[in-house]
């Protein structure tokens, strides 16, 4: 009895949190930068908030890796296509970071149909002492500029600008999915269902289509582009998944149109698991090269795999992700959550990846030791400093006190973006409206 009430607490609380949440403030996109200094999110409502690191401080030495908000703008607005009678939602749905030139920072946004690249600059400064010019910046008259001043640069409270420097619309006819900059840090490539372009960062006007599988009468289509990524090293190279579980390497130098892949990544199906849901669950929602460039990391409903770019027979590990939830596809069929498209992401080092489940919980996989933990994003187990306690889902049988039991699973609570420090053992997790940001202290210097 009282493990029974426990459980009707957390669900209880839950419900309570849920119903304070609005459709555009829920996180739609988590991208860390190149250095994890910075970290963005997009949301529903079209905004991108940026989080950036404390730097240590001598009074607190445990205050690094805290992320407070840098800055905050409005990314995409809601659009009408008065062609196709067709609304374009604001909604973000990838955000990517790219290398960092100079001083100033710089991030590709995409909705369904629009991708914006967007300077992020820091001023400290401001001019002072203006002939031609007031202090509030309107012109004099003339007449009574009796002499020449030499402008100076007084200093101000911090202030982060950020601009819009080009807009690339107009290159997709179907929704975009995915956006990947190439390591040449000149060209980066959108994918939607059907097509994939290659952009120039500089080029706004024109793109180039490097994969196209629309056939030629649409009652033919039997598979559509659900994500892609560019090699980390290798310009040439770039990867796209399939809704049928597929995944193509692609190399540029062999054609202009990649419509012939270099290599096919494809798992034999299991004649005896064959059901109804079959297609569904394989069909890929995320695919991540490894840092190293030597492994692909793919996400279809139940599982998370990592594939060998030299062996294109079958996976080289195969992690069950929730297959408790096997005998539940039909209800998940039935209230759309088996379409749910979960990321997954690689630590630093390849050795660890993550990825996200229902009920605010999150996987990870220790590719050495083959040890697996889930751990819960909520805001009754995630106080400030607090540790986070593994969770287990059990499967009828005996249950121990801290076992969720599957039935009672939250499906509106789910995790489907998560990201990943390049170097450090800090994560990043969207649950709905809220960013949890999660520490390994075990594993690090700091607390």
Not at 183 to 211: G, K, P
Not at 386 to 397: D, E, H, S, W
């Amino acid at each position: 009895m009282g493990e029974d009430t426990d459980t009707r607490k957390i669900n209880h609380s839950f419900l309570r949190d849920h119903s304070y949440v609005t459709e555009a403030d829920i996180i739609s996109t988590v991208e860390f930068n190149h250095t994890g200094e910075l970290l963005a999110t997009g949301d529903k409502g079209g905004r991108v908030v940026i989080f950036q690191r404390e730097p240590e401080s001598k009074n607190a030495p445990h205050s690094q890796g805290e992320y407070d908000v840098y800055s905050t703008f409005q990314s995409h607005e809601p659009e009408f296509d008065y062609l196709k009678s067709l609304e374009i939602e604001e909604k973000i749905n990838k955000i990517k970071w790219l290398p960092q030139q100079n001083a100033a920072h710089s991030l590709l946004s995409t909705n369904d149909k629009t991708i914006k690249l967007w300077k992020i600059t820091e001023r400290d400064k401001r001019p002072e002492g203006y002939n031609l010019k007031d202090e509030e910046g309107k012109l004099k008259d003339l007449s009574t500029v009796t002499s020449l001043q030499v402008p100076v640069l007084k200093p101000m409270d911090l202030m982060v600008e950020v601009s819009p420097r080009r807009i690339f619309a107009n290159g997709h006819t179907y929704h975009i999915n995915s956006i990947s900059v190439n390591s040449d840090c000149e060209t980066y490539m959108s994918a939607d269902d059907l097509r994939i372009n290659l952009w120039h960062l500089a080029v706004t006007d024109r793109s180039f289509n490097i994969v196209d599988i629309k056939p030629a009468n649409m009652e033919d289509l039997t598979e559509v582009i659900t994500a892609s990524e560019f090699h980390p090293h290798h310009c040439n190279l770039f990867v796209y998944s399939s809704s049928k579980g597929s995944l193509r390497l692609c190399d540029m130098r062999a054609a202009a149109l990649c419509d012939k892949h270099s290599k096919l990544f494809e798992e034999p199906e299991d004649p005896s698991n064959r059901s109804f849901f079959s297609e569904i669950i394989s069909s890929v929602s995320d695919v991540k090269f490894s840092h190293s460039g030597r492994y692909m990391l793919t996400r279809d409903y139940l599982t998370v795999k990592v594939w060998d770019l030299n062996m294109e027979a079958r996976p080289i590990e195969t992690y069950q992700v929730h297959d408790y939830l096997r005998s539940k596809l039909c209800s998940l069929y039935e209230n759309d959550c088996i379409f749910d498209k979960f990321e997954c992401a690689w630590n630093g080092s390849d050795s660890v990846i993550m990825t996200g489940a229902y009920n605010n919980f999150f996987r990870m996989f220790d590719r050495n030791t083959k040890r697996d933990v889930t751990l819960e994003a909520s805001r009754e187990s995630s106080k400030p400093r607090a540790v986070l306690k593994p969770r287990r889902v059990c499967v009828g049988g005996k249950r121990r006190r801290d076992d969720i039991s599957v039935d009672s699973l939250d499906f509106t609570k789910k995790i489907l973006h998560t990201a990943w420090h390049p170097a450090e053992n800090i994560i990043a997790i969207a649950a709905t409206n809220n960013l949890y940001i999660f520490q390994d202290k075990v594993n690090s210097d700091m607390r």
